[in-house]
């Protein structure tokens, strides 16, 4: 008695119409009488029957139970050789071989090959012996024709059907890696455009803030002139920025235009921006720089270092208490090191409110180009010190 558990394999529909064509067609050959031998031990016309009706089910089973199907199809080949004999149930019997290879099992479908090839060696060499004419070697060929000629075409089959599926699973890996690589690419392109977009307007809308709390805090004349003509020219300079990132943005094509990426060259006139937008705060602005002259430094590391120094005054503007804000740059070894102290300390008077997006912008634009970034207060000094790669490979990264 069987288990309720276990189930039978469900015959394919394509499989079932390949049997159902066999069983027909060999019974139309029953009926005229056309058999493929004359003299065998059963000459009971029914005896072709019984293997071609076996060979018919093992076609029905030839995909969902291979090994099986072969198993039986090779007892049924073998007791037609005992009757008549019939057409139909030899071709029947070479698509069940070929079903074997294709649909079996990786191990079944390479023993399929060998098995029938030295079947048929055997067979030839036994007939060889026994006859002693040429007449084994047309029944050896005719055994490789209908066993090892089919093994070998579903060898060469599955072969490709599985260098197929390779290079499908290839590309699907592929496109995915592809598209890994394009989310983070746009995640990458949105965090510079982020950093770009705070330093550039970062600076200008907290000397807008610190400009009009004076203003609207201090009851002057002459105060609030110098208050709104700040705030006028940090303004003017912040939308021309911005329509200077939203042209770049738009041009989808082409160079940027000369002078777009800020360098090193413009500290005096940043320096000079500071001051003016400073001022209220008691803060003074120097610069040092040590650089060599001559030397020319890859546009990354250019605009990483402007940037720092940028959102450093604008960090002092907004936050340090009064003093000397002190920008030094210098060159040696390889490398461009930024470095800015600012006093700090309780600061008087109207300040502008801080996220901390400045330093992580300043961290992550270090960190991009393999540089070292430290931010912190070393007693009434706060410090920003940038080590920046200055090999010109940097610009070829």
Not at 197 to 214: P, Q, Y
Not at 236 to 251: H, K, P
């Amino acid at each position: 008695m069987l288990d309720e558990d276990v189930t039978l394999p469900r015959p394919h529909r394509t499989d079932l119409s390949i049997a159902a064509v066999g069983l027909v067609g060999g019974l139309v050959l029953w009926w005229f009488g056309l058999h493929t031998q004359l003299d065998r031990p059963f000459t009971q016309r029914w005896a072709t029957l019984v293997p071609l009706v076996v060979m018919a089910g093992c076609e029905a089973v030839r995909r969902t139970a291979p090994r099986a199907a072969l198993t039986v199809g090779t007892l049924a080949i073998v007791a037609d050789q005992f009757t008549y004999g019939s057409l139909a149930t030899v071709l029947m019997f070479t698509d069940v071989v070929y079903a074997a290879v294709v649909y079996g099992s990786a191990a079944h479908a390479r023993r399929v090959p060998y098995t029938t090839g030295l079947v048929t060696v055997g067979v030839t060499i036994g007939f060889l012996v026994w006859w002693q004419n040429a007449y084994a070697l047309l029944v050896g060929v005719i055994t490789g024709m209908i066993s090892f000629l089919p093994a070998i075409t579903g060898a060469i089959v599955r072969n490709h059907r599985e260098a197929a599926d390779a290079a499908r699973l290839r590309a699907e890996q592929t496109a995915l890696l592809a598209e890994m690589d394009r989310a983070q690419a746009v995640v990458a392109e949105r965090a510079r455009m982020a950093r770009e977009l705070h330093d550039m307007v970062a600076n200008h809308l907290s000397a807008i803030a610190i400009h009009s709390t004076a203003a609207l805090s201090l009851d002057e004349p002459a105060t609030t002139r110098r208050a709104l003509t700040v705030i006028r020219e940090n303004s003017v300079a912040g939308l021309a920025e911005m329509r200077r990132l939203i042209g770049l943005l738009r041009d989808s094509g082409g160079e940027p235009e000369p002078g777009a990426v800020p360098s090193l060259d413009a500290l005096d006139s940043l320096l000079a921006r500071a001051r003016a937008n400073g001022s209220a705060g008691g803060l003074e602005f120097v610069l040092e720089d040590s650089r060599p002259p001559g030397g020319s430094l890859p546009a990354p590391v250019e605009l990483a270092a402007y940037r720092i120094v940028q959102e450093s005054l604008t960090n002092a503007v907004k936050h340090a208490a009064p003093g000397t804000v002190r920008v030094r740059i210098g060159r040696s070894g390889g490398v461009l090191t930024v470095a800015v102290d600012s006093p700090y300390g309780q600061r008087p008077g109207p300040g502008a409110p801080g996220t901390g997006s400045g330093l992580v912008g300043m961290r992550e634009r270090t960190e991009l180009l393999g540089g070292e970034f430290r931010a912190a207060a070393s007693g009434s000094v706060w410090q920003v010190r940038a080590v920046l790669p200055a090999d010109e490979r940097v610009g070829n990264a």
